[in-house]
């Protein structure tokens, strides 16, 4: 092939992907400036601007920067939030029984992610899992007919239903994608994955990616209408997590913007009788249904 097939191919791939964007209705126009070729590799990873993968991001997972959201717990963990002024994230990897993270790998085929270690783990156990760290909640609006749901699953039954205000700097604070049917993938990423390697046999990387898996869950958890924050570790830098493996979490200091760049304040409290906190916390009492 000479520079100038190379440079034809390389603009028809640019034509496909804005032809898929029109097609979902994606805004902004992708440039040969914007993307790297290496190989049969096309990315966005090493560009300014990220414009590609920034554009599929914000269309399917918008970055929440402020909203008031619930978080049921426990008695016991409730006092412990309250009472330390400090919340935690925790390490994703306490959900891989749960298949978190491999529904989308599967359905999206991102086939790197699932091949097996030589200890038979699958790779994004070993690469994603345990430097990512997340906490769920749910949003405020909860109908009366389901509020008994989040109280008996997450509540543990006698639990405490937190009500926070979160701002957010870090932009991995966002609301969950379900899967609307099992197999079904988000078309917008599908199609970009799909349609540019079956074309040209071209492998599309998107920026972001194992961050977002944590994102998806399958449709049978859509009832709990989940926004998760999220933040991501690594060896070296200035956030390092406590504890071991499983176990490990970050701890996020309550009321001021903290390094990971949340800031979380408890604007009420509620349960079935007053809970061991301190006295400057509003307290409601909860109306059993």
């Not at 390697?197 to 920026?207: A, L, P, R």
């Not at 604007?267 to 079935?272: G, P, Y």
């Amino acid at each position: 092939m000479t520079a100038l097939d190379t440079i034809n191919e390389q603009r028809s791939i640019v034509d496909k992907i804005n032809e898929i964007l029109v097609i979902h209705g994606l805004p902004g126009e992708i440039t040969l400036s914007d993307l790297t070729f290496h190989g049969k590799y096309v990315n966005d990873l090493v560009k300014g601007n990220h414009k590609l993968s920034d554009l599929i991001t914000n269309h399917l997972w918008p970055s929440i920067n402020l909203a008031t959201v619930y978080h049921y717990t426990s008695r016991s963990a409730a006092e412990c939030i309250l009472n330390s002024g400090i919340f935690r994230l925790t390490n994703i990897e306490k959900r891989y029984n749960e298949g978190e993270i491999i529904r989308f790998c599967e359905t999206h085929n991102l086939t790197g992610y699932l091949q097996e270690s030589s200890d038979n783990t699958p790779l994004y156990r070993e690469l994603i899992m345990p430097n990512t760290f997340y906490a769920s909640f749910t949003e405020a609006d909860i109908p009366k007919d389901k509020e008994e749901y989040f109280w008996n699953v997450f509540g543990c039954h006698d639990g405490v239903r937190l009500k926070f205000e979160i701002q957010a700097t870090n932009s991995n604070f966002r609301r969950v994608k379900y899967e609307m049917k099992a197999g079904q993938p988000l078309q917008p990423l599908f199609d970009l994955i799909e349609e540019i390697k079956n074309e040209y046999g071209f492998i599309f990387t998107m920026k972001g990616i194992s961050r977002l898996c944590s994102f998806y869950l399958p449709g049978e958890y859509s009832c709990e209408n989940e926004y998760r924050l999220l933040h991501r570790t690594w060896d070296g830098g200035d956030i390092q997590p406590k504890g071991n493996g499983v176990q490990s979490y970050i701890e996020l200091p309550l009321n001021l913007m903290n390094e990971c760049g949340f800031k979380l304040k408890i604007i009420e409290v509620q349960s079935k009788e007053q809970i061991n906190m301190p006295c400057n916390y509003l307290f409601s009492k909860r109306e059993v249904i």
